[in-house]
Every structure is written in C-alpha cells, then in structure tokens.
C-alpha cells in the first residue's frame, strides 16, 4: 500500500466506490455519469501497472540485471496524488505572470437555492467565473479617469471543506 494520504484515499474509493455508485450515481446529471466513473476508477488505478509502465535496465551491468518498473499515472485532477502535482504546477506557472503589485483574494459564493442549476449544468461555472472577471473590470473602469485594465484570476471549487457540492468562485484581483 502506498504511503501518505494518497494510500488512503486509494483505498477508501477502492473499498467503497462501488456501493456508493450503486446507490447514488441516479443523482448525478445523466451527461456525467459516464465521466465521473471513469474518473474515479482511473484515480484507483493511479499508479498501478493496470495504466501501463516503462520498463528500466541496465544492459551493460552485470551487478544488478533486475528491470525497474515505473507505473504510469493517471494526470487525473481527481486523483490525490495527480490533483496535487496539476494544482503546484499551475500555481507556479501563474506566480511567474503575476506583477508585483497589491492583490485581493475574494470569493463568491452561488445560494443554495440555485446549486442545483450548476450541478446539473456544469458549463454554468464557466459562464459565472468570466461574470465575475467582468465585474471587477466594470467596477474598476467606472472607478477610474483614465482607461484601466484589471488582472482577474479566477479558480472555480465545486466543493466545500464538507466535501458537500457547494460552487463558489475564487478570485485573486
């Protein structure tokens, strides 16, 4: 077994995935059904030689003629593991492009009255991160004399710390 939480989450979809499909995979958009199972059996793979490996020797030594086998990954942003290194990679990429200047964090968080319209059409969230983008740039505009362009990050989260689908936007200005 593996070690760190990665293992244990492993083991968590692994032992309980399926119950819980069988239960509750009606309450999922019907469009999504498919993807998400994928995705979930793709991250308890992760690691394993079921995603296939590259196979490492040395054929001029003599000492140690053992291959080494290095499992595939799924470069799922499901996946424990995989989220974590997509996440790093993208936060360093985006530190490189950010000036040197004052920001703010906010974030904006949709009712729970209308969570449901987002859990059954996802492409609403990417429509809700560019409004809010466009917000701060009609606010600052309307603030400021002379033509003013705003930097907007924006990250989309589906879920809260209760793991309960909860969408909200974070957005660094």
């Keep these: 077994m593996e070690k760190g939480n990665s293992g244990v989450i492993k083991r968590i979809l692994k032992d309980h995935f399926d119950v819980f499909w069988k239960i509750h995979s009606d309450l999922f958009p ?3 059904r498919e993807d998400i199972k994928e995705t979930v059996e793709k991250a308890i793979r992760c690691g394993s030689s079921d995603l296939g ?6 054929l001029g030594c003599e000492g140690n003629p053992n291959p080494v086998f290095v499992c595939f990954t799924c470069k799922s942003r499901f996946c424990h593991k995989c989220g974590k290194k997509y996440t790093d990679d993208w936060s360093d990429k985006q530190q490189e492009m950010i000036f040197n200047v004052p920001h703010r964090h906010m974030v904006f968080t949709v009712p729970r009255e ?3 319209v987002f859990f059954q059409d996802r492409k609403k969230l990417n429509e809700l991160s560019k409004e809010v983008a466009d917000v701060f740039q009609f606010y600052y505009q309307r603030r400021s004399k002379k033509p003013l362009q705003v930097g907007v990050i924006t990250v989309i989260h589906t879920f ?3 793991l309960k689908f909860n969408p ?6």
């Design 30 to 32: 019907a469009s999504y």
């Design 160 to 162: 809260g710390r209760d």
């Design 114 to 116: 209308l969570r449901n």
């Design 53 to 58: 490996y590259a196979r490492y020797e040395c």
């Design 168 to 173: 909200h936007i974070h957005a660094l200005v």
